[in-house]
């Protein structure tokens, strides 16, 4: 590395966030080493959607991240449209399955009502996470990465403010700052908040499983099969999208839920429960699940708000999951974890020493605090707009709430964020 800056970052975690940071990091010339728990890098589920947020922030940081992409997302047939919603349960029709209120146009359960498309230009699409993770993978060099690492604590090294980290194999580590970039059950933010601000149970689960692509084909013909589709429905809803480069229909149904209560997050289920679940809803939605294989119920957790994304002594920061999970109702969580990225890695980059870095964590976090946990919040109303539990089932008012929920994650100006949280650095 040519003039590597005087100090060095530990990231803790290896998923899309850390990986991604190490990339951008090790760009300016910041030393980095990433502690990965497991024996190996992998990353959990299936299907991920980018918006074009997103990708736009993966331009910013490296044209590379960008082309990894390309390799491995999946678009629809349109891809200008992000979901095709139609209304999935019974019970929203009258007794000739024709939707009430809607009796003029002869819209009926399965039927398309309305499209949501993209606000902009920019390149979009799912990606089946582990392909990607494989991607980001080749621009990481095996040097950095130290696998089999589970962080235990994080201590002050002295009174520099370093970070002292402690694994549970008994060895440590010590660095200029630790960025946790560990997910959903951060021990980073754990460490740092208090427990008290661990992730929440959502109150709702999904029932995760894939469909290939033949098959959804031959259920529900081409069109509906290599685009995405969102079935509204009471306290449930489901979508499908395509992965794979189109081998592969990811579906995902979800169920409002009073408690979960059983320590494993994701457990197995059977074709049965899930059928019991949607009991009231339609044939296309029934056609679905039944079809689903590799079935799970993933219960769906979210941070509660952040009080901070970071501290000084020692220097700890949060990012991505870690700092902010949500649920994933506006498809949104990963592409808020690259924009993360993309603020942190450009203030970093203006430290010239360790005790610098303080003041780039505190811009880092009044820029990116207040959108981050909007779309926690807002995710989580969305989930609920899409089971008739915010505007009741009134189809054209959750139309237009719909239409007006997405524009300001899509067309945000990422570069007057970082304007702005240069002039904060640097004031």
Known sequence: MANPKPFDIAIIGGGISGLTLAIALLQENVPVTIYESAHKFGEIGAGVGFGPNAIRAMRLISPKLVEGFERCVTRGWDPKNWFTVR??????????????????????????????DYTNDELTGGVHRAHFLDELLKLVPDSVSKLGKRLVDIKSADESGDVELHFADGTTARHSAAIGCDGIKSKTRELLLGKEFNAVFSGKYAYRGLIPMDKAVELLGNEMAHNSQLYLGYHGHLLTFPIEKGKTVNAVAFITFEEWTDPKWVVGTTKEKMLADYSTWGPTVNTIISAMEKRDIWALFNDPPA???????????????????????????????IEDCYVLIRLIAEAGSAQELGKAFQAYEEVRLPRTQEVVSTSKEAGMLYEFEVEGDDLDVIEKNFKNRMSWIWDVDLEKDLEKALLILKG
């Open 307 to 337: 009080k901070t994304y970071y501290g000084l002594n020692p220097r700890v920061c949060l990012l991505g999951d870690a700092a902010h999970a949500t649920t994933p109702f506006q498809g949104s969580g990963a592409g808020m974890c």
């Open 87 to 116: 209304v999935g349960d019974h019970r929203r029709a009258g007794p000739d399955g024709v939707l009430k209120g809607k009796e003029d146009e002869g819209l009926r359960v399965g039927d398309p009502i309305f499209k949501i």
